[in-house]
């Protein structure tokens, strides 16, 4: 997800994060404390690519650790071992897929290092599936990695209004009602989407932030409205939620809501002790506890486990 120009992609307590794999581990597959940039002190050599035939993107040809994870081994002193990981969703598609006011940019793929990924079931705004999420699936399992989902929330067009607002458990004829069944909607299609591409996760983490083109109102109300409609689809449907945002981008987009879930927090184009540092208390979104920080580098999303999570890992994360 990106927030701000940036981009980034976004429960009850433990059991919420995601669905593991039984496949045998990728022979550089670690666990790791997460990633900043190369020591100052001694910049390791960039592991030799070549692009693949089928994918477009690259391949390793020798299993090597990226300097992006080693970096960041200090970090994990006093943090219960962060675990380093990884979000991606429709930029990590190969180019030529996507609607037009989101192409896809074959973007970087996560670092071999990484032990789970967070996939994004959306290629921007709602109501549109990430392209090659089933593709991004299978090379979750392919390489024993944890994974869980992740859906941008927008605002509806009025064609999706129109479509879905008398259309679910609120009350259609109140404009909040509409809005509501409009949230609800866009959860159950996101589910759709999670079950055609054979993405199994205990929680959806709610990505609430600007969505360029796709703008949110200027009611915080009306969108706060939505995203419980959207809260809801998920929890009836059996699975844990949790939010991915920053306390002024929630605050823009929906005011003083508190759902009170999980937080998957955002530091943006920084490092991975800034990511760490809002696991800190007083940092929160709306009221949940802090499970990740996410940060981007080198055109990446890296995220880290925030303190004690990395000790409940097989609660948050389920294996393919």
Request: one cysteine or more; hydrophobic letters at 40%; aromatic letters at 6%.
């Amino acid at each position: 997800m990106r927030w701000s120009g940036v981009v980034t992609c976004a429960a009850a307590t433990a059991a919420l994060l995601v669905q593991a794999c039984a496949a045998e581990p990728a022979p550089s597959a670690e666990t790791v404390p997460a990633s900043s940039s190369p020591s100052p002190t001694e910049e390791q050599p960039a592991t030799a690519a070549e692009p693949d035939a089928a994918t477009g993107r690259e391949r390793r040809t020798a299993p090597r650790r990226d300097p992006l994870a080693d970096a960041v081994e200090g970090l994990a002193t006093g943090s219960d071992e962060a675990v380093l990981g990884a979000d991606i969703s429709w930029p990590q598609c190969p180019r030529g897929m996507g609607i037009p006011e989101r192409p896809t940019q074959g973007s970087p793929p996560p670092v071999d290092e990484a032990r789970y990924v967070v996939l994004g079931l959306t290629n921007g705004p709602s109501f549109y599936p990430n392209p090659c999420l089933a593709d991004q699936v299978a090379d979750v399992r392919a390489r024993g990695r944890m994974a869980a989902a992740y859906a941008v929330a927008s605002y509806p067009e009025p064609v999706r209004l129109a479509r879905h607002g008398d259309d679910g458990p609120y009350d259609g004829g109140t404009r909040l009602g509409a809005l509501a069944n409009t949230g609800y909607a866009q959860a159950q299609f996101n589910l759709a989407t999670m079950a055609d591409a054979g993405l199994l996760s205990p929680i959806v983490w709610i990505d609430v932030e600007p969505v360029p083109d796709f703008e949110w109102s200027a009611d915080r109300e009306a969108n706060a409205a939505v995203i419980g409609g959207l809260a809801r689809g998920y929890r009836d449907a059996g699975l844990a939620i949790g939010v991915y945002s920053t306390p002024y981008l929630w605050d823009q987009v929906v005011g003083g809501l508190e759902l009170g879930v999980p937080e998957w927090r955002a530091a943006g184009h920084t490092s991975g002790a800034a990511a760490l540092a809002t696991c800190a208390p007083g940092e929160d979104i709306q009221g949940g506890p802090a499970v990740m920080g996410q940060w981007v580098e080198r055109n990446r999303d890296m995220n880290l486990t925030c303190p004690g999570v990395s000790l409940e890992l097989e609660r948050w994360f389920h294996q393919y």
